[in-house]
């Protein structure tokens, strides 16, 4: 057991040991407000926080993992929050130029599958689904088996917060998205309709090697 928790304390300690030295960091990840990697940039700052040393932050909400990658190796950003769910983060892992500096398990919060209050069944035709390609794969699961590959038509967004703003904006039927984007946007008319999920997520923080 202690062999598989030393790497993980010892990148906790070169970090806060890291932190200690610089009066600004500089973090970007998924946005916009609402994601679940917004969530979990959170977490990270209050831990930041209980750090002896004062600390200021920015923060920077992109729309796509890949703004993410380009802001970090031209040096926009100094960190780079990413879920090991997110089906690219080997670009991250094989950059020469990143370090992967920080690894905390995070869970996301509730998922489920939201619709306008004034939703009907729809039968002649295809169910637009707005999700993420991180969340797509649960649709089955959250309707209990009722919705089905060939009864669905899946809009990839980047986000479950993007895939809440087509719902509102009338551009699918239903969307996938968590609790805290659906509290952004709770007084749009759009409610909850099917069981909710939760993943238990690794995050993992990269760093920008310095005079690269």
């Known amino acids: 057991m202690n062999a598989l928790l030393k790497p993980f304390y010892e990148q906790y ?5 890291e932190l ?18 917004e969530q979990a940039l959170k977490y990270l700052i209050a831990n ?9 932050y920015e923060i920077y909400l992109m729309n796509n993992f890949t703004n993410v990658y380009e802001s970090l190796d031209n040096g926009r950003i100094s960190y780079a ?5 997110y089906e690219r983060i080997t670009d991250f892992f094989w ?8 690894n905390f398990i995070f869970p996301t919060p509730e998922y489920g599958m939201v619709c306008k209050n004034s939703y009907k069944p729809i039968s002649n035709r295809k169910i637009k689904i707005a999700c993420c390609p991180a969340v797509e ?21 980047n986000s479950t917060t993007e895939a809440l703003v087509c719902l509102i904006n009338n551009d699918v039927d239903l969307a996938v998205t968590n609790r805290t984007s659906f509290e952004l946007y709770a007084d749009k008319e759009i409610k909850f309709i099917s069981k909710t999920y939760k993943a238990i997520i690794v995050w993992a923080l990269f760093k920008r090697k310095e005079n690269v």
């Open 13 to 17: 300690d070169y970090f806060f040991r």
């Open 137 to 157: 794969n649960i649709i089955e699961y959250l309707s209990d088996g009722e919705l089905q590959e060939g009864q669905i038509e899946r809009v990839k967004t």
């Open 48 to 56: 930041i926080t209980n750090c002896k040393h004062k600390i200021e």
């Open 81 to 85: 929050l990413i879920p090991t769910a």
């Open 20 to 37: 200690s030295s610089n009066g600004i960091i500089r973090i970007g990840t998924l946005g916009p407000k609402g994601t679940s990697s």
């Open 95 to 102: 950059n020469n130029n990143f370090i992967n500096n920080l």
